[in-house]
């Protein structure tokens, strides 16, 4: 399985981090400088399962912005896994709150048992770099700081992943 994470905003894609066993590759394509190996990375590695959160949102329109069509690859997206076990769980949510539980931050505390004050933190570290990702000035200043943010995601995909795995195996044994 191979976790990825994008950081985007409207006018480009900012990078990509993946993590395969215990590597993590991460690449800059703010100015296109790692697009090929970026490219040779997913085209080597296209019998793998790319794990994402929300590809319909983020990965797969990242893949189709960089002419890589996302339906030839193999998907796990811990988004959708959560909202079809919301659903036959039948738990009921207003539209607002199905989506925040549904929040990489809330099944870092469902699956990783963070803490609100560990998620909290880390839910403003994201708004801050979004928020620099988004105004879409002065990139490069902040590559490092981008790049590391980018990757704290994709070791939580990975460990969420498996929690999911393992309860939905435990689901599916009750019925």
Not at 51 to 80: S, V
Request: hydrophobic letters at 35%.
């Amino acid at each position: 399985m191979i976790a990825i994470d994008f950081e985007y905003n409207d006018n480009r894609l900012v990078c990509v981090c993946c993590k395969k066993s215990d590597t993590v590759y991460k690449f800059w394509l703010a100015d296109n400088s790692d697009t090929d190996a970026f490219k040779k990375f997913v085209n080597d590695n296209k019998n793998e399962i790319f794990c994402c959160h929300a590809l319909e949102k983020a990965e797969g329109q990242a893949f189709q912005r960089m002419n890589i069509d996302p339906t030839k690859y193999k998907w796990y997206d811990t988004y959708t896994v959560e909202s079809i076990k919301t659903k036959a769980t039948n738990l009921v949510f207003r539209e607002n709150s199905l989506f925040e539980a549904l929040s990489l931050v809330a099944l870092e505390q469902k699956y990783l048992n963070k803490t609100s004050d560990e998620t909290s933190d880390r839910s403003k570290h994201k708004h801050e770099m979004r928020d620099i990702i988004i105004a879409d000035k002065e990139l490069d200043e902040h590559k490092t700081e981008i790049l590391d943010y980018c990757a704290e995601d994709i070791d939580s995909l990975e460990q969420i992943a498996i929690q999911q795995c393992k309860d939905y195996a435990e689901l599916v044994e009750k019925y």
